[in-house]
């Protein structure tokens, strides 16, 4: 059995593209994102090779990078202590779902109704301390924002 969706807030940020619009302007003129990767994000001489069997380095040197994000930890009640403690990626994902809820007539989240108990939500995140060596690896690189 399919149910209807219906899609009633949009929103996203990509490089180069912090809305929907702008995302669709670059899409139509074929617009690429791609630039060299920003020392203050991942200094390349750390783990760049030209080599693609090289061990626990990358062969490319451009990256499809977000820049200038920056989270208002007051504005959604997060700790300072929270908020350095937390990966950047998880505010983007937060600020994110706020616009799209913004969008859809539900700023601040108000006018929602209360989630059913038969509804949730699925939240991952994993640390480098608690895996494997072969799995930390991949957590080695100091992504900056």
């Known amino acids: 059995m399919t149910r209807p969706v219906a899609i009633v807030g ?12 702008e995302l669709w302007e670059n899409v139509l003129a074929g617009r ?3 630039r060299q990767i920003p020392d203050e994000r991942l200094r390349l001489e750390d783990y760049w090779s030209p080599d693609p069997a090289a061990p ?3 062969y490319a040197r451009k990256a499809a990078v977000i820049e200038g994000f920056e ?7 997060i ?4 908020y350095r403690t937390t ?3 998880h505010w983007l994902a937060l600020d994110t779902a706020a616009r799209a809820l913004e969008d859809a007539g539900f700023a601040d989240g108000d006018g929602l109704r209360p989630i059913p108990s038969r509804a949730g939500s699925a939240t991952s995140s994993t ?8 799995t930390a690896r991949a957590h080695r690189p100091c992504y900056r924002w």
């Open 127 to 134: 640390s480098a301390a608690a895996a494997s060596p072969s």
């Open 32 to 34: 690429r994102a791609f």
């Open 71 to 77: 989270f208002d930890r007051v504005k959604y009640k």
């Open 87 to 89: 990966d950047m990626t």
């Open 56 to 58: 626990d380095r990358f």
């Open 79 to 82: 700790a300072g202590s929270t």
């Open 10 to 21: 949009i929103a996203c940020r990509y490089p180069d593209a912090s809305t929907p619009a």
